[in-house]
């Protein structure tokens, strides 16, 4: 069980940041990141859940974001320096705990080269995959006209479309690390979207003209 303090210290005091980030890591980014930890939590074998703090992984995955103040580039990285700076997590956790935290945000970035040295770290960078072609594509065009609002639509479309290919096509950097998560059948449908030029352009573009 979590207790309520900690649920109300994240919704005070960790949620509430995400309103200044980029349109695709705001708050409705981190609520869904959460959920998705907590979900896959509730579905892990018995012996990996036997060895879990379900307390570490929600905390790990409400902060595992929060260096986006300091932009993008190393925002991983920032995170884990936030969550081993940030005192008042002293109140529920150890040193140990701390640190697994702050590993776990550090772990999460999907262009990441190593594997993630713990299972939080793998269910935080699991629970970030949102493997929702609209979502996705969405989130891609939003960061795109977050980050390089002088280009035109139809370079944001262009921009858009290449970055999806180089994350989440054939042989994109992209990785899964979690037998019993969904994703990997969803991450086949998308992509199948992303190897058809003809249907891709087609949802970008859609897509691109919703959020205008």
């Known amino acids: 069980m979590i207790r309520q303090e900690i649920i109300g ?13 980029d349109p695709a890591h705001r708050r409705d980014h981190v609520m869904t990141v959460m959920s998705q930890a907590m979900e896959l939590y509730s579905r892990a074998p018995e012996d990996v859940k036997k060895g879990m703090d379900q307390e570490v992984l929600l905390m790990a995955a409400a902060c595992h974001d929060l260096g986006l103040v300091n932009g993008r580039e190393n925002h991983h990285l920032d995170s884990g320096k936030i969550i081993r700076s940030d005192e008042r997590l002293r109140k529920w956790f150890d040193d140990r705990q701390i640190e697994t935290i702050a590993q776990a945000a550090e772990d999460h970035r999907a262009s990441g080269k190593s594997e993630p040295r713990s299972i939080y770290g793998k269910m935080v960078a699991e629970a970030d995959r949102v493997i929702d072609a609209e979502t996705i594509i969405r989130r891609t065009l939003q960061y795109g006209q977050s980050r390089y609002p002088e280009m035109e639509p139809e370079e944001q479309i262009v921009r858009a479309e290449e970055h999806l290919k180089t994350k989440y096509g054939y042989g994109g950097y992209l990785k899964l690390w979690i037998p019993w998560s969904d994703n990997a ?17 087609s949802e970008v573009r859609r897509i691109f003209f919703t959020i205008m």
Request: aromatic share 10%.
């Open 185 to 201: 059948a969803r991450l086949d449908a998308l992509r199948a979207l992303i190897a058809d030029p003809v249907r891709l352009r």
């Open 9 to 21: 210290f994240i919704d005070a005091e960790i949620v509430p940041r995400y309103d200044g980030f």
